[in-house]
């Protein structure tokens, strides 16, 4: 009777701990289409390298989603082939979130060098390409910044270089000469590159908040699964 209570009680903890990771898959769908617009728009134009994070959020949360709702069904039914095929497949979630963790560090300085190249070849393009032209001008009035490293990058681009001017969108009070001859009393001085920077830090801690909360969740389950499995292998009376 002992053993037999015990594994209602690991039942019911799967069961439980799969809606949990549910709500979880839920959260990381959210986050990640959230994550995808901000960078889209942060970066002015697309860029697979870049955007290729938020997708995999997006991808993993619905990938979760699945594998929870797969759980849930497995625990209720008592079935051994569902919990075993629910339990490696968290595990291989669990290792492959490891592994884009690691990844994920390795490679960021060339997500700044990407950031970077996009927004000079943003500049450059400032003007012959509307949507690109909107773009950046939504950004440097979103991130109150302008040009790359600061305003002078735009003495670099021919056509402002010409009559010593920057775009409106650097402007800090919109007045009539306020982009003509710049300075950091008429212009914001910050270069867009340092706010992208500063708000993709503050971002990558609510991220890094929920990737550990759900690796918790992972590793409860992986073991709740295990001892499940145990028991509807011992031939125990579950229900």
Not at 17 to 38: D, E, K, R, S, T
Not at 87 to 99: H, K, N, P, T, Y
Not at 174 to 197: A, H
Request: glycine share 6%.
């Amino acid at each position: 009777m002992a053993v037999e209570g015990g594994m209602k009680c690991v039942k019911f903890l799967v069961f439980i701990f799969n809606f949990i990771f549910w709500v979880c898959g839920v959260a990381l769908i959210a986050i990640g289409i959230y994550a995808q617009v901000a960078l889209d728009k942060a970066l002015v134009v697309s860029s697979a390298s870049t955007s290729s994070t938020p997708i995999a959020i997006l991808v993993l949360g619905i990938i979760i989603f699945f594998i929870s709702f797969f759980g849930c069904c497995g625990a209720w039914k008592e079935s051994y082939c569902m919990v075993t095929t629910f339990a490696v497949l968290l595990s291989i979630i669990f290792l492959v979130e490891i592994a884009a963790a690691i990844a994920g560090y390795v490679f960021k300085d060339k997500v700044r060098l990407v950031l970077e190249d996009r927004l000079w070849d943003a500049m450059h393009k400032y003007g012959e390409d509307k949507p690109l032209t909107e773009a950046m001008d939504e950004l440097q009035r979103d991130f109150a910044c302008c040009g790359v490293n600061n305003y002078t990058d735009w003495a670099t681009i021919e056509r402002f270089k010409a009559n010593n001017t920057v775009p409106w969108s650097c402007c800090r009070v919109n007045t009539t000469s306020c982009n003509v001859r710049p300075s950091p009393v008429t212009v914001y001085e910050k270069g867009c590159l340092q706010g992208i920077e500063a708000w993709m830090k503050k971002n990558i801690l609510i991220v890094a908040a929920v990737a550990l909360g759900i690796a918790f969740f992972e590793i409860l389950g992986i073991i709740f699964a295990c001892c499940l499995m145990k028991g509807i292998r011992s031939g125990y009376e579950v229900m």
